[in-house]
């Protein structure tokens, strides 16, 4: 009998503000850090309304994590101090590497309809805290979609669904990232590894997670998964639309001050005398 995964603990977001005041719902942040591993903090945005997000998330610094930028409606402008710049769109995923240090800004364009979209911050071991910044800007296009019988969509961003990879690639935290739209009476199965962390975030519908007595998850609500072999999630009389995020944990010490992620208070303190002093972004050979 396979061990099928449950829920064991429901985490419900809370609504705040960042940047230069866009309203989004922390789904999970600072005061859960560890038990994610290694995930650090996830925002979910959503709004019709341009003056929740027109102000954006104007320059500042990253050092010792990732960012990655995954929309479902509307579009973000980017550019950064390597001179980097372009639009995260519809259906896009950037994945950022900051390592050493980058400062960038994330302005929304205003468009017809709505904002919508997630950002998710990854720790990196102590080992790649300092690597050169890179990153991977993905197109909707080239991200694979796998369609079950049943009429369930999968999108691949990160990771692997059966024999489909996703297009991001060269992270150490051997992330899934998992885009799930599951039809009225749909179920979705796939392996997954024991060791690894799992996280799931409902943003349309409700489902169950685990299989035969399983918990149920409805919209807005995420939830860490416990231990077991696999996943199963089951929507129940209508669309259910999620994202699975799974990772190898790290379980190094955090010491975390705003956009920067180290180890040591004594890194921190480094990388905001550097902020300070103009040193912050690294040459790299």
Do not use: C
Not at 21 to 39: A, C, M, S
Not at 107 to 134: D, H, T, Y
Not at 186 to 212: D, K, M, R
């Amino acid at each position: 009998m396979t061990n099928y995964r449950k829920i064991s603990r429901i985490i419900h977001g809370t609504p705040t503000s960042d940047g230069a005041g866009v309203k989004l719902t922390r789904i999970f942040g600072f005061y859960e850090q560890g038990l994610l591993d290694p995930f650090l903090m996830l925002d979910f945005f959503g709004t019709d309304n341009p003056n929740d997000y027109i102000a954006g998330f104007p320059w500042h610094p990253h050092r010792g994590m990732e960012t990655v930028t995954y929309m479902l409606d509307g579009s973000i402008e980017h550019s950064d101090s390597m001179g980097n710049s372009g639009v995260i769109g519809r259906g896009d995923i950037q994945w950022m590497t900051a390592g050493s240090g980058i400062i960038h800004q994330e302005m929304p364009k205003i468009v017809e309809g709505r904002l919508r979209g997630f950002q998710l911050w990854v720790n990196l071991p102590a080992a790649r805290k300092m690597v050169p910044p890179r990153y991977q800007d993905i197109p909707a296009a080239a991200i694979p979609v796998v369609t079950q019988p049943d009429g369930s969509r999968i999108k691949v961003l990160a990771g692997k669904f059966g024999e489909v990879t996703g297009p991001v690639t060269g992270i150490f935290a051997e992330p899934d990232y998992l885009d799930l739209e599951i039809p009225a009476g749909g179920s979705v199965t796939f392996p997954f590894q024991e060791n690894h962390t799992a996280f799931v975030y409902l943003y349309e519908g409700s489902a169950i997670f685990g299989g035969e007595g399983g918990k149920k998850l409805r919209s807005g609500q995420g939830a860490l998964l416990g231990s077991g072999e696999a996943i199963w999630i089951g929507s129940e009389g209508h669309l259910a639309r999620m994202i699975f995020i799974g990772g190898q944990p790290i379980g190094e010490p955090i010491a975390w001050r705003g956009p920067v992620v180290m180890n040591t208070e004594a890194e921190l303190n480094q990388a905001f005398q550097e902020i300070r002093s103009g040193q912050f972004v690294k040459e790299h050979k």
